[in-house]
């Protein structure tokens, strides 16, 4: 160990939800890796030491979906941005959409991004490689050559296939691979033209309202497809409290899915629109507040397997423009630990739990190790205070995107510390 790189995280509440663990103990790390916790290992001697005393180490947070906004959408940000958005964040592994410009349909582009992001103090990403070329819903991709380009998943962002035919036979052939589906779901058509959920607050404003059956029938026709091919399938960004009593009775009945839900749906409803709010123009659409409590619980008992930020910055021009020509989106990196942490006090959930929906669980769900800090394992680590708060505001975010319906409010913990690979890719500086 002489040569190593040695650190030493002295006085924190160590949370592994993976293993199960949540004591008062010492982490330490050498070359990238967790060597040793509680007892400082045999010749061990730090190069430097973290004072975690009064805080969590935990796993570095696990993001489902984030948009990175490159290749095409540099406008809005860039990989730089919103990597210091995800360490700020306390977020070390992450998916990206396949919606950039061009989508991620080609081994090439999927192998510049991730060639690309693999920069010191990076997160590690994960792409989701586009379903059908283009995202158009017509032809396949070739699958087993974006999964060797480093694609962790198949999806059509925030795009439907009309033609089930088709997503029969993508489901039929991921499911021979044992390639995952991630699928929002969404009808095209219920959907087309609305810009909010098809509730009193739409009536009221005047907004072409998206009823929930858009989410329901189209997530019936998932489900009965996934059953009829094997395929595993994700569903992403679950909204409706209809929607999550179908996939709950789904998997009772042995069909292999996983749902994850956005912090927007967990904590607002379509009320938050309030007088024409741009910055809560999203897709899905906030809900009713019984959906809203539906989905709250879900993520509480385990029905809803993970929380996700929809990372999705949008710049300026996008969002200071009447509701229903606003971009769709909300920067969310930043917010991921804080949010979860608000519903975790709210809704009297353990912090070892709560943290499984940001760290274990969607790790699980990427295919990626367990995001654990067992030794032996690698030194992806989130060092935060749960007692400090901050307000949120345009100055305070990393990302590009100040574009959020939470500005303003002041949430619970503050990251100190992101390591990546063993090193120190954050600091806060406190």
């Known amino acids: 160990m002489t040569n190593m790189l040695k650190l030493h995280i002295k006085g924190g509440r160590l949370i592994d939800p993976a293993n199960g663990v949540d004591q008062l103990t010492d982490i330490f790390i050498a070359d990238g890796l967790i060597v040793g916790a509680g007892d400082t290992p045999l010749n061990f001697v ?47 592994r992450l998916s990206c959409p396949p919606d950039t410009d061009p989508p991620l349909d080609e081994p090439g582009l999927v192998q510049m991004l991730t060639h690309r992001a693999r920069l010191p103090g990076f997160a590690h ?7 059908t070329v283009q995202l158009a819903g017509e032809r396949l991709v070739e699958m087993v050559q974006l999964f060797d380009a480093g694609c962790v998943a198949f999806g059509q ?25 991630w699928l929002q779901a969404q009808d095209s058509f219920l959907s087309r033209n609305g810009v909010a959920h098809d509730g009193e607050v739409a009536a009221r404003l005047g907004l072409a309202g998206i009823p929930v059956a858009a989410e329901t029938i189209a997530l019936a026709t998932i489900l009965h497809l996934a059953q009829e091919s094997g395929a595993r399938v994700h569903i992403r960004r679950i909204s409706s409290a209809a929607a999550l009593e179908m996939l709950i009775a789904a998997r009772a009945s042995g069909i292999n899915a996983t749902c994850d839900v956005s912090i927007n749906h967990l904590h607002l409803t379509d009320a938050d629109i309030g007088y024409f709010n741009p910055h809560a ?11 809203r409590d539906a989905l709250r619980a879900g993520l509480a008992s385990g029905a809803i397997d993970a929380l996700c930020s929809d990372h999705t910055p949008v710049d300026e021009d996008g969002k200071q423009v009447p509701f229903e020509e606003a971009e769709v989106g909300a920067t969310g990196l930043e917010l991921l630990l804080p949010l979860c942490l608000k519903w975790a006090q709210e809704m009297n959930v353990p912090l070892l739990a709560a943290l499984a929906r940001v760290t274990s669980n969607p790790a ?41 319906p939470f500005l303003g409010l002041e949430l619970p913990g503050r990251v100190r510390y992101t390591l990546i690979d063993g090193a120190l890719a954050y600091d806060a500086g406190l």
């Open 125 to 131: 990403v994960h792409p989701v490689g586009a379903l």
């Open 46 to 92: 730090a190069n430097s030491v973290l004072d975690a005393t009064g805080c969590i180490v935990c796993p570095g947070l696990v993001d489902l979906c984030a948009r990175l906004r490159e290749p095409g959408f540099e406008y809005k940000a860039t990989l730089q941005s919103e990597m210091a958005a995800a360490v700020a964040g306390g977020v070390t």
């Open 157 to 181: 962002a925030n795009r439907s296939i009309v033609d089930t035919q088709v997503l029969l036979r993508a489901m039929h052939y991921a499911a021979t691979f044992g390639f995952p589906i």
């Open 364 to 404: 699980r769900i990427l295919g990626q190790h367990a995001a654990s800090l067992a030794v032996g394992q690698v030194a992806d680590i989130c060092v935060f205070d749960p007692k400090a708060t901050a307000i949120v505001s345009r100055e305070n975010l990393k990302s590009q995107g100040h574009n959020t």
């Open 281 to 291: 123009r999203l897709d899905p659409p906030l809900r009713s507040q019984r959906d």
